[in-house]
């Protein structure tokens, strides 16, 4: 009977901690048989101007992903405004005016694709830890088209909801 009230009393006070069983999770945890490739880790960049740019990027990127062309001219103009002081970044500028410019989301998923491609050639070898993913979606603008992520799950910038997963990761840049 002691042992029986000693339970309840246990599985009680697990039932009124909720992270209890989280807790428990995350210790016994072991992180050493995990791949790099499953350790997220956020970029981090040689350059803090082009840090800023790819931060822009990604807003664009989530943007785009929501289907919200408002918040994608938004981020179009904070990119073309940090883009001003990475160099060699000439190419990416006009890329990004063309979505600031663009009236709708069809639009600015075609200069994104070109935007993305800009993006990649920055970002190779300024990459001082971490990984941006490259994925591709072959059902993109007809022909298929990029996109960088810093995750290693696809969301999918081109069709958002609609396909929100199509997709795979073709490069992973460090």
Known sequence: MKNLKMSI???????????????????????????MDEMQMTPEFNDDNLAKSYAHYEQIKIA????????????????SNSLKSVEGSEAASN?????????????QRIAFSALSDEMAVLI????KAGMIYKDYCPMALGGGAYWLSSEKEIQNPYFGDKMLKCGSVKEIIK
């Open 95 to 107: 890329a990004v005016k063309d979505i600031e410019s663009g009236l709708d989301l069809k639009t």
């Open 9 to 35: 009393a246990v599985m009680l006070l697990m039932a009124v901690s909720p992270g209890f069983g989280q807790e428990k999770a995350k210790m016994s945890h072991d992180h050493s048989k995990m791949d």
């Open 64 to 79: 785009l992903v929501g289907s919200n062309s408002n918040d994608v001219k938004v981020g179009a103009t904070m990119l």
């Open 124 to 127: 190779a070898g300024n990459l």
